[in-house]
C-alpha cells in the first residue's frame, strides 16, 4: 500500500515557524543565545578591569591625596616598596600553603567519590561537599573563631585528650604560630583550607571520573605497582583537574579578606590591603596596582602549568 | 608438559551471582585458546581471573604450574589486550609500547629501541611520536598489542580485541593475530562472542554458559559434534532437533542437531521428512532456505547457484548418513 497524505506536516504556530527559522539559519540562534553574556562579559567585566588597569597606572599626590591622571609607573614601583612587598610574599605564600593543603586533603575524597560512590553514596558525597557552601561564609569563619580560640574547643579537646603539649608545641613555632590558632598563621591556614576545599574537590572529582578504570588495570597489567600506576597514569590524568581547582583556591585565597582579617595576625593580605587602600587611605591607583598583582601571578602559574604538560590529557 | 594455564573448580561469585562457576580447564603451552560465549557467560571474567584483576571465591589458577592465590597482577608473567584498548593518553605512542619496560626501570634508549622494534612488529614503524588520539580503531589495536608483547609474556590475554573493528579490517587482523602468534610462539588466549572468529584462529575452544564451560574441544569438533544444545546452537546457527523428530529421521530418542549445509532439498515423495519452504534469505555465497515440517522449522543453507525452491512450494529434506548428531545431553 502506498502512503497517502503530504510529505510536509502541519504548521504548528509562530514557535513552529521560529524553528524553521533558526533551522535555516544556524548562525542566528547562536547569535541570540550569546548576545546577552557577550554584552556582559564584554562591557561590564571586561570594561572594568580595564578600568581598573588603568587607574594602576595613574598615582596619588602625596601631600593633597587627590589622584593624578596622567600615566605613570611609579604606583607599580611602590608595590615594592619593603611592606608592601611584605603583603604580597605573604599573600602568595598563604595561596601556596592553602592550595597545597587542599590538593593532599581533596585528593582521598575525590578519588573516593569518583572510583567507588554509587548510588546513594555519590548523593551524600556531594551533599557532604557542598553543604559548607549553602550556609554564609561569614557564619563559618565565625564559627572557626570559636573552636579556634584560646578558650576554644580544639584547646578544650586538647585539655581532654591530654595532647595540650602538642598544641602548644605547634603554637610556639616561629612565625606561624601565636598566641592562640585563631590568632596565628597557622589559624588562618586552617580556615582557609576549610572555606576554599569543595573548589579543589569537584574538579579533581570529574578529571578523575573520566580516566577508565582499564586503563589502571593496564598499568598494573604492565607491572607497574600501585605507587608508579598512581605518579604515571592517575597523576597526570587527574592534572588539569588538579590545576583547576588550584586556580580557584590560589585565587580565591589571592584576593579574600575577610578570613585574615578575623583570624589570624595583624598582617595584612593582598585583599585587606586594597580594600584598606580604596577605603579609608582613598589611594584608588595603588589599590588598583595591588589587585592587578594576583591577576599576573595567575597568569604566570597558567603559563608554567601549560609549559609542564598539565594540560596535554584534555 | 605442564599446561600454560590451568583453572581447578574455579569460581568466582558477585553475591548471589555465580559469574564462573566451578571451572576446570587446562590451556596447553604455546596454544591459541578461544574462550567463546555470550554476554555474561563468564569468560570475560575467567580471563581477569588469568590476569589477576579479580580473585576466586573459591577454587585455584596455576601458571606455569604455579599457584596465583597470592600473587597481584603487576607479579604476573601475562599481559592483556583490552577490549578498548586502555591506551595512555598523555603518552606518545613509543612511551605507551614502553610502559611495561619504563616501569621496571629499563633505561630510556634502550627501551626506546625494543619499542620501535615492536612497532615494527605490528606494522606501525614511523608511528612512535603520535599520540593515542591521533589513531584509527585499527592502528590503536596494534599499539595495544604492541604494548602487551613488550614484557615478553608467557600468556597473551585478548579480551575481544576485534571486537570494535570494522568487518573488514578485522578478518584482515584475524589472519595477523594467528601468524603472530605462531611466529612468537607464545600461548594466546583470546576471549570473543563471535564464534566464526573463535573457530577460524584457536587450536582449542572453550564454549562458556552461565559461568560454566558447557565443551572444550578443537573447532571441529565443537561445530561438528556439540555436546549440549547450548553448544549447537551458539555455535553456527545449527538446526536442533528434539527427540521424536531425531526419531523420525532414523537416529534415537534424544535431541540432535543438524547442520544447514548438511541439508539438500530432494523430491518430497521420496524424503522421510517434507515441508513448505517458509522463507529464503539470500547471503551472496548461498541462500538460506527455512522449511517448515510440522511444528519443526530447519534452516537449509543451499550454495550459490543450486536451482532454489519458490515460497510456499512443499519439499523433502534429505541429508548424508552421519551429518545427524546426537547430543549427550539435553
Redesign the interface.
Known amino acids: 500500500m502506498a502512503a497517502t497524505g503530504s510529505a510536509r506536516a502541519p504548521d504548528r504556530g509562530p514557535g513552529d515557524r521560529l524553528g524553521g527559522l533558526f533551522w535555516r539559519h544556524p548562525n542566528l540562534l547562536l547569535c541570540l543565545l550569546l548576545a546577552l553574556p557577550l554584552l556582559w562579559l564584554g562591557v561590564v567585566y571586561l570594561g572594568s578591569l580595564a578600568a581598573l588597569l588603568l587607574q594602576s597606572f595613574y598615582s596619588i599626590d602625596e601631600f593633597s591625596g587627590v589622584v593624578v591622571r596622567e600615566f605613570t609607573l611609579k604606583t607599580y614601583a611602590e608595590l615594592f616598596r619593603a611592606q608592601n612587598l611584605d603583603i604580597i610574599l605573604r599573600t602568595v605564600a598563604m595561596a601556596t600553603a592553602v592550595t597545597a593543603a587542599c590538593a593532599v586533603i581533596g585528593f582521598p575524597v575525590a578519588y573516593f567519590a569518583a572510583r567507588y560512590a554509587r548510588g546513594a553514596w555519590k548523593a551524600a558525597f556531594y551533599l557532604a561537599v557542598l553543604l559548607p557552601l549553602w550556609s554564609s561564609y561569614l557564619v563559618k569563619v565565625y564559627a572557626w573563631k570559636l573552636i579556634l580560640a584560646k578558650e576554644g574547643i580544639v584547646t578544650w579537646a586538647a585539655e581532654g585528650t591530654g595532647t595540650s603539649a602538642i598544641l602548644t608545641a605547634i603554637l610556639s613555632i616561629p612565625v606561624i604560630g601565636g598566641n592562640s590558632l585563631s590568632t596565628s598563621f597557622i589559624g588562618t591556614w586552617i580556615v582557609f583550607v576549610y572555606v576554599w576545599l569543595p573548589f579543589m574537590i569537584l574538579p579533581m572529582q570529574a578529571a578523575l571520573e573520566r580516566v ?1 578504570v ?2 589502571l ?9 600501585p605507587g ?1 600506576t598512581f605518579r ?2 592517575i597523576l ?2 587527574a592534572l588539569p583537574g588538579v590545576i583547576a581547582g588550584s586556580i580557584f583556591t590560589f585565587s580565591l585565597t589571592l584576593g579574600d579578606y575577610i578570613i585574615p582579617q578575623i583570624i589570624g595576625t595583624s598582617a595584612r593580605f593582598i585583599g585587606l590591603a586594597v580594600y584598606q587602600l580604596q577605603g579609608t587611605a582613598g589611594n584608588v591607583p595603588l589599590a588598583a596596582a595591588f589587585a592587578v598583582v594576583p591577576i599576573v601571578i595567575m597568569l604566570i602559574y597558567l603559563a608554567i602549568a601549560r609549559r609542564q ?1 598539565a594540560f ?2 584534555l | 608438559m605442564t599446561a600454560a594455564v590451568e583453572f581447578l573448580n574455579v569460581s568466582r561469585h558477585f553475591g548471589t551471582i555465580r559469574a564462573v562457576d566451578g571451572v576446570d580447564l587446562a590451556i596447553a603451552e604455546g596454544s591459541f585458546f578461544a574462550m567463546l560465549g555470550p554476554s555474561g557467560s563468564g569468560k570475560t571474567t575467567c580471563l581477569r581471573l588469568i ?3 579479580e580473585r576466586p571465591t573459591g577454587g585455584a589458577i596455576r601458571i606455569f604450574g604455579e599457584d596465583m592465590g597470592e600473587v ?4 604476573r608473567n ?3 589486550v ?3 584498548y ?5 603518552m606518545n605512542v613509543r612511551d605507551n609500547v614502553a ?2 619496560l ?3 626501570g629499563v633505561p630510556r634508549a634502550r627501551r626506546h629501541a625494543r619499542a620501535e622494534e615492536l612497532l615494527a612488529l605490528v606494522k606501525l614503524e614511523g608511528y612512535g611520536d603520535r599520540r593515542p588520539g591521533q589513531l584509527s580503531g585499527g592502528q590503536r589495536q596494534r599499539v595495544a598489542l604492541a ?2 608483547l ?2 615478553e609474556p608467557r600468556v597473551l590475554l585478548l579480551d575481544e580485541p576485534l571486537g570494535a573493528l570494522d568487518l573488514k579490517l578485522r578478518e584482515a587482523m584475524q589472519d595477523e593475530l594467528k601468524a603472530l602468534q605462531q611466529r612468537l610462539g607464545i600461548t594466546f588466549v583470546f576471549v570473543t562472542h563471535d564464534q566464526g572468529e573463535a573457530l577460524s584462529m584457536a587450536d582449542r575452544v572453550a564454549v562458556f554458559a552461565q559461568g560454566k564451560v558447557a565443551q572444550v574441544g578443537p573447532p571441529e569438533e565443537i561445530y561438528g559434534r556439540p555436546r549440549t544444545r547450548f553448544v549447537a546452537d551458539f555455535v553456527g546457527s545449527s538446526n536442533v532437533l528434539p527427540p521424536e523428530l531425531t526419531a523420525r529421521l532414523g537416529g534415537p530418542a534424544r535431541w540432535s542437531s543438524l547442520r544447514p549445509e548438511a541439508l539438500r532439498l530432494v523430491p518430497p515423495a521420496s524424503a522421510v521428512l517434507a515441508g513448505q519452504v517458509a522463507a529464503l534469505r539470500y547471503l551472496g555465497a548461498g541462500t538460506r532456505v527455512t522449511v517448515r515440517a510440522g511444528a519443526a522449522e530447519l534452516a537449509v543453507l543451499l550454495p550459490a547457484g543450486a536451482a532454489l525452491p519458490a515460497a510456499g512450494e512443499t519439499v523433502g529434506l534429505g541429508f548424508a548418513a552421519g551429518a545427524l548428531h546426537v547430543m549427550d545431553e539435553a
Not at chain 1, 217 to 225: M, V
Open positions: 577508565p582499564s586503563m588495570e593496564a598499568s598494573a597489567d604492565l607491572g607497574a605497582t608508579q604515571t597514569v597526570p590524568l604538560g596535554d590529557a | 590476569s589477576g584483576f597481584p597482577p603487576n607479579r601475562v599481559n592483556t583490552f577490549q578498548d586502555a591506551l595512555f593518553p598523555h610502559y611495561g619504563m616501569v621496571k604494548r602487551a613488550v614484557n
